[in-house]
Every structure is written in structure tokens, then in C-alpha cells.
């Protein structure tokens, strides 16, 4: 009787789950979303409406915008050629010198000493060559010996010199006139050719280094001007392009360019960022529809053109955009209508009707 009570009792709530899940389809099915509703109401194959823009030539001021670094017009790293001791640094930090001014000396006695050396024995052997010279001509000597005592000679002269270039390379002097930067060094300190001493820098002009997309590598060319700012100062400043880079970079796919940049009040200083401009020649037959007509895609972009009534998608090349619209550099012909809306509901071929046309 047990038992009987207990299946009596399953089979009743296996009957109420049949049920309730029965309940359950049965109202979904028969509830419409309101996508549903839109398109059981809309009839089978009616056109999507769309808005569209007929493509026409304006005049375009274009320019282009980059990011640069100021770089000295001339940088030195000064670095002694021979290892020595300090004995007298002969500046200060960040003044201007000229070109030619002594900044550091090293000790140099061991090569005066050398060279004194060098002098009395090259003296002696000049006087030794003048006798020789004089016995030759009643032939108390050979010309054996007389050549010999002449090289010798000769061998003086040239260790002198070399040990003079040597008392050169004491003298650390600057290369160029620029402003001097840090010392790093101190009197009596031993250094070698891998020593930084000092940095000297050509401040007036400056150089700006920036690079340009590879497509405006024509539109560019030497003694154009420059516009650029740099950070903490609102002035506009101008430069004037002088070298180009010919290479392409393969990585980035741009152009290098470097422009001359006057500082005379010193304003600006080398390693600054800039953001600079360039203005191309104006283009009054450009062609410039909304950004939003352009379709992105991993290899190409594309665009909607309305092509009897029907989509048709084209691929084009962009140039330069502004806040609302984008150049089209290839791809379309003034006179051609681009769909601006509804463009992810249209399919190759699918018809659609006009909704607005600008």
C-alpha cells in the first residue's frame, strides 16, 4: 500500500513538470518581439531605405599634421684620444665658447720631455750631416755614411712631429661655437678615449626630425615651410624643409624629413616634442563624402555606391579626414551616389529606396 502511494505520488509531479514546461513553450511561441512584429509587418523583399550623398569636387586645404623631436643643429659627446691626466679645466658649465676655445688640458711633461729629447738629438745629427757633407767633397767619407747620417736626420724630424700630435691631443678644445652642457669630470681625474667629459651643442638653428605617410613623398619637397608647437608653449613656430630622406622606412611604410628651425632667442630647446604641420598646395578638385559612408575592413576599405537602384559595394583609397567627413583618393568619380546609412543591413546587389539625399 506503501508503495503504491509513492508512485501515485511521483506520477503526479511528473505530470505537473510536463505541464509547466508545456505552458512555457507554448507562450514563447506565441510571443513576437517587437523585430519580429517589424518584419512580419514589413512585406517580403520590400527595399531598406537608406540615405545617400552625391559625390561632387570641392576645394580642399590640406595639411598635414605629425609628431617631431627637436635635435641640435650640431652635437659632440668630447671625449679626450689618449689617456691622461687632468691638470686644468678652462670652463664652465652651459656657456657659449667658439670654435678653437681650450676646454680641458691634460698632463703633457712625459711628451715635452720627448720632444726636447728628440730636438737635441735631431741637432746633433744635422751637425754631424754638415761635416760628413764637407768630407764627402775631398772624398774622406763615402756616400754610404753621408746617406745614412741624412735619414737619420730625416727620422728626428718625423718622431718630433708625431709627438707634437700627441701634445695635441692633450688639449681637449671645442670643435665647433655651441653651448657647453655638464662636467663630468674633475681636476686630477685620469680619463681615456670612453670618457665623457662634457657635451657641446649648436642651439641657433635647431633641426626637427618627423616623419609623413610614403603617399605624400611628392607632395613634399625642400624649402617648404614648417608649422609646429611644443609642449608648455602656445607660440607657433616655423621651419623650412632642406633634407629628405630617399629611402622609405619598410617598417612604418613613411618618409624621414628634417626641417631648419631658427632659435635666436633660444626659446626652444633640442629633445622637445612638437607637433608639427605641413600645407600642402590646395586640391580644388578633391573628393570628400562623410566618414561614416566607409566601410573598414583587415585589407581594404569600401564604400556603398547606389548602382540602379541597388548596392554595390567598390573599394577605395582615403587620404586626409576632418571632424566630419574623409578624402577619397581613388575609387569614386563625381556623380556617384554613396549610401551613408543602413550600410550593415545592405548586402551586394540588395535593391533599397532613397530616404534622404544630400
Known amino acids: 500500500m506503501r508503495n503504491k502511494s509513492i508512485r501515485i505520488i511521483i506520477l503526479l509531479l511528473v505530470l505537473v513538470a510536463a505541464g ?28 531598406i531605405l537608406a540615405d545617400a550623398y552625391v559625390v561632387k569636387p570641392v576645394t580642399l586645404d590640406e595639411s598635414i599634421e605629425a609628431s617631431g623631436t627637436l635635435q641640435s643643429n650640431e652635437e659632440v659627446e668630447l671625449k679626450p684620444e689618449i689617456t691622461g691626466r687632468i691638470t686644468h679645466i678652462n670652463f664652465k658649465e652651459g656657456v657659449k665658447v667658439g670654435k678653437g676655445t681650450l676646454l680641458i688640458k691634460l698632463y703633457d711633461g712625459d711628451i715635452l720631455a720627448q720632444i726636447r729629447k728628440l730636438e737635441l738629438q735631431q741637432q746633433l745629427a744635422k751637425t754631424t750631416l754638415e761635416r760628413q757633407e764637407n768630407l764627402l767633397k775631398i772624398n774622406g767619407i763615402s756616400q754610404q755614411d753621408v746617406d745614412v747620417t741624412a735619414n737619420q736626420f730625416s727620422a728626428y724630424g718625423a718622431d718630433i712631429e708625431f709627438n707634437r700630435a700627441q701634445l695635441q691631443k692633450t688639449e681637449i678644445r671645442a670643435p665647433f661655437s655651441g653651448t657647453l652642457g655638464l662636467r663630468y669630470v674633475s681636476e686630477g681625474a685620469i680619463v681615456g678615449p670612453t670618457t665623457i667629459m662634457t657635451t657641446l651643442q649648436q642651439l641657433d638653428p635647431l633641426k626637427i626630425d618627423f616623419s609623413v605617410p610614403e603617399k605624400y613623398r611628392n607632395a613634399i619637397h625642400k624649402g617648404d615651410p614648417v608649422f609646429f608647437t611644443v609642449t608648455g608653449d602656445t607660440s607657433k613656430y616655423r621651419g623650412n624643409i632642406y633634407a629628405i630622406d630617399p629611402k622609405i622606412d619598410l617598417a612604418t611604410r613613411s618618409v624621414k624629413i628634417r626641417a631648419m628651425v631658427p632659435n635666436a632667442n633660444g626659446r626652444l630647446f633640442p629633445g622637445s616634442f612638437a607637433k608639427t604641420s605641413i600645407s600642402l598646395k590646395d586640391n580644388p ?41 574623409v578624402q577619397i583618393l581613388n575609387g569614386l568619380q563625381p556623380g556617384d551616389t554613396v549610401i551613408t546609412s543602413g550600410i550593415l543591413q545592405l548586402k551586394p546587389g540588395m535593391p533599397f529606396q532613397y530616404n534622404k539625399v544630400q
Do not use: H, W
Not at 566618414?291 to 537602384?309: C, E, F, W, Y
Open 20 to 47: 509547466y514546461f508545456a505552458y512555457r513553450l507554448f507562450t514563447k511561441s506565441g510571443k513576437k518581439t517587437p523585430s519580429g512584429q517589424q518584419a512580419a509587418a514589413r512585406p517580403a523583399g520590400r527595399p
Open 285 to 325: 578638385n578633391a573628393i570628400m563624402i562623410p566618414s561614416q559612408a566607409v566601410i573598414p575592413g583587415t585589407r581594404n576599405k569600401q564604400v556603398i555606391v547606389a548602382d540602379s537602384g541597388r548596392a554595390k559595394f567598390v573599394i577605395v583609397e582615403t587620404g586626409v579626414r576632418n571632424e566630419n567627413n
